[in-house]
């Protein structure tokens, strides 16, 4: 697992922890409020006897709020994580943006991964780049008047 996706969960979780943390103090001032008669000890000093149903409706209400919010807090920081997880490139100079800058594929990979990159060519760009040279060789032959030379001879040519 990355850092960064390390960090990400930690957010999460502190998300949810907290989340989970306010939910609890809910029901556990609903409970010390029915144990201890919370405004009139505050207010008179007086404590009465409760009854126990009002508090247990009101932690079952708070527990069903809890688990709905929880879900759906849940969902859309699976929803977050996934959309975090894309790797934006540029569509024209192909520049990868890591950590708000834009970086080369070269200095991206030297920088994130540890490893250099170079060069080379696949094996359908070969073949496509063979043909080319192939055709412009044959072009050559037929009209070496009619085409621009750009300094290209049949003596430069790469051998297929």
Same mark, same amino acid.
């Given at each position: 697992m990355t850092s960064t996706a390390m960090k990400t969960n930690s957010r999460f979780n502190k998300v949810l922890s907290g989340q989970s943390f306010g939910f609890l #103090? +809910? +029901?556990a001032l609903c409970w010390l409020n029915s144990l201890f008669g919370l405004p009139s000890l505050i207010m008179d000093g007086? /404590?009465?006897v409760s009854d126990f149903q009002g508090p247990m409706l009101q932690m079952l209400l708070v527990l069903t709020v809890w688990l709905l919010v929880s879900f759906s807090t849940r969902r859309t920081l699976e929803r977050l994580k996934h959309l975090e997880s894309f790797m934006r /490139?540029? #569509?024209w100079c192909h520049k990868i943006n890591h950590q708000g800058q834009w970086k080369t594929p070269e200095r991206y990979l030297a920088e994130g991964f540890d490893t250099s990159a170079t060069h080379g060519i696949c094996v359908e760009c070969l073949a496509h780049q063979t043909e080319l040279v192939e055709q412009r060789k044959r =072009? !050559?032959?037929t009209?070496? #008047?009619a085409l621009p030379s750009?300094? /290209?001879t !049949?003596?430069? =040519?790469?051998a297929c």
């Open positions: #103090a +809910i +029901i007086r /404590v009465g /490139v540029c #569509a =072009l !050559q032959k009209k070496p #008047a750009f300094g /290209v !049949q003596e430069n =040519l790469p």
